[in-house]
């Protein structure tokens, strides 16, 4: 796969609504990204659940990066963010962050749930930065090999139009 000229100016990426079409390609990425992945059967569920699953492409029409959520009542749950390994580091994670909050508003949710690995600092840091707190931990909640498991962060971010 090519590499994608990701620059500030996100003008030559494309969001789109996650189709059965995409899984093929979503369970690629996932599989690059992940020691522990979401399986082929996991977003095809999630696409029958019809929870907003977008993918964002660049100009070639390579899938750079994508993400599930899922809203309840007045809260959105992101399920699953992803950015393809080889492009992680350009602001693809912000932008798509960026399009849940939206859509998170769109939805009338006055919150966005999410867990993430303690290990995964990286993600860490882009939720920190976009104003996710930490408000919970659960425990034993991913598989991390050798039979252990790791604990979930659990993160809020509380929408403006809602206030804290």
């Known amino acids: 796969m090519n590499g994608l000229p990701v620059t500030r100016s996100s003008s030559a990426l494309r969001f789109g609504m996650m189709?059965?079409?995409?899984?093929?390609?979503?369970?690629?990425?996932?599989?690059?990204?992940?020691?522990?992945?979401?399986?082929?059967?996991?977003?095809?569920?999630?696409?029958?659940?019809?929870?907003a699953a977008w993918t964002l492409r660049g100009p070639d029409a390579c899938l750079a990066a994508y993400f599930l959520l899922m809203h309840a009542v007045d809260e959105s749950h992101l399920l699953n963010i992803t950015v393809r390994p080889d492009l992680q580091g350009q602001g693809l994670g912000r932008l798509l962050l960026n399009k849940v909050i939206a859509l998170a508003h769109d939805a009338n949710a006055h919150s966005i749930l999410l867990e993430v690995r303690p290990s995964n600092e990286h993600a860490l840091a882009v939720y920190r930065h976009c104003g996710f707190k930490q408000v919970g931990i659960r425990k034993n909640y991913y598989p991390a090999g050798s039979a252990s498991r790791e604990d979930a962060?659990?993160?809020?971010?509380?929408l403006d139009d809602h206030g804290d």
């Not at 095809?44 to 019809?50: G, N, Q, T, V, Y």
């Not at 962060?153 to 509380?158: G, H, S, W």
């Open 19 to 51: 189709r059965a079409q995409d899984i093929e390609e979503v369970v690629a990425v996932e599989n690059r990204a992940y020691p522990f992945p979401w399986t082929r059967g996991n977003f095809l569920d999630s696409l029958a659940s019809r929870y």
């Open 153 to 158: 962060m659990v993160m809020r971010l509380m």
